[in-house]
């Protein structure tokens, strides 16, 4: 796939994003598509984070510009030793079918970041990563199949999702762990113009809190954050043009955003009785009591067997000197 100069720059001036930043989407959007077509891979990953979020969900209000998905093709550890080599050699097959050159790929176990480099218009070359995970091979909640919005002439087709409220789970993860403008962003779309199931997504906070590195258990609406340098090198470039447009001071306008999704995220807080039980009994004993949240027996049983909180759990024990259990083989 090759994208001429001319029909960038036009896609540019109707979408009102960045050039160099909306090539690497275009891109990606391909991608994307020569996944979902592969009769391998179709049926083996989800799409997740910011570009399912701006993509397939909120129709760009700001552009993602790399690719993170997860394998779930089998829970069990040995089909997926099996077909993780035969998913990365399908996707690396389909990178250098279309004049790509992937430049790192991972060899860890749970997975990690692709970088590919792609034939470039407005330069020798851009980059892409594609952050492909094997741990999270368990979802919470059936993936969705869609189309996202267009951009431009451009469209991802019939591409697996995960469920919206998974969506919005990691995403609030990600936010309260790093602090990212990009994170702070989505967020504030997700609490203030989108309509949530909120029993659903409690849930879902505290699955990825519970897997998350700092103790879900501290964490509260005044603890975000972002730095303004960071906003403006990381957020801003990614905008559309009538984001800004009308905005003499945009540092103000990262502000309101701030605290416009603080006051949103008061929906989640104070955790619940039942909810600070399951978050001591994983952080403190070890041990995922999935009953604790749910009531339904299949969504309990997609908890207690979510290979990142085993993972979690047995991090616990040992850390504790509680390993009395069997190790699980992740």
């Not at 480099?117 to 979802?139: H, K, T």
Request: glycine share 4%.
């Amino acid at each position: 796939m090759l994208i001429s100069v001319e029909r960038l720059y036009y896609t540019s001036e109707s979408t009102g994003f960045r050039p160099e930043i909306l090539e690497k989407v275009i891109y990606l959007i391909h991608l994307l598509n020569r996944f979902a077509e592969d009769p391998f891979l179709k049926n083996k990953f989800v799409l997740k984070g910011g570009t399912a979020l701006n993509l397939f969900c909120f129709d760009y209000p700001r552009l993602s510009v790399d690719i993170d998905i997860n394998y779930i093709g089998s829970s069990d550890r040995n089909i997926m030793l099996q077909e993780k080599n035969l998913m990365e050699s399908a996707i690396e097959s389909i990178v250098l079918d279309e004049k790509m050159i992937p430049k790192r790929k991972p060899n860890e176990h749970a997975g990690g970041k692709w970088l590919i480099r792609y034939p470039s218009a407005l330069q020798s070359q851009g980059n892409i990563e594609i952050d492909l995970n094997y741990l999270d091979r368990v979802p919470l909640w059936p993936r969705v199949i869609m189309n996202s919005f267009k951009l431009g002439e451009f469209q991802a087709n019939n591409i697996p999702v995960q469920d919206f409220h998974e969506l919005a789970s990691g995403k609030l993860r990600a936010l309260f762990s790093r602090h990212s403008s990009r994170d702070l962003f989505d967020v504030h779309q997700l609490m203030v113009h989108e309509h949530l199931d909120i029993e659903k997504l409690r849930l879902g906070f505290m699955i990825y809190g519970g897997i998350s590195r700092i103790d879900w258990r501290q964490i509260k609406p005044g603890n975000i954050h972002f730095d303004w340098q960071e906003f403006q090198n990381m957020l801003i470039p990614l905008l559309r043009k009538v984001y800004l447009a009308n905005r003499d001071n945009p540092k103000l306008w990262a502000e309101k955003i701030l605290n416009e999704s603080k006051s949103a995220l008061n929906k989640l807080f104070p955790l619940r009785e039942n909810e600070a039980q399951f978050l001591d009994t994983l952080l403190e004993q070890g041990e995922i009591n999935a009953a604790l949240l749910t009531s339904d027996r299949l969504l309990q049983e997609r908890i207690q067997s979510n290979l990142a909180l085993l993972w979690k759990a047995e991090n616990v024990r040992s850390f504790k000197g509680k390993n009395n259990l069997v190790a699980t083989k992740i």
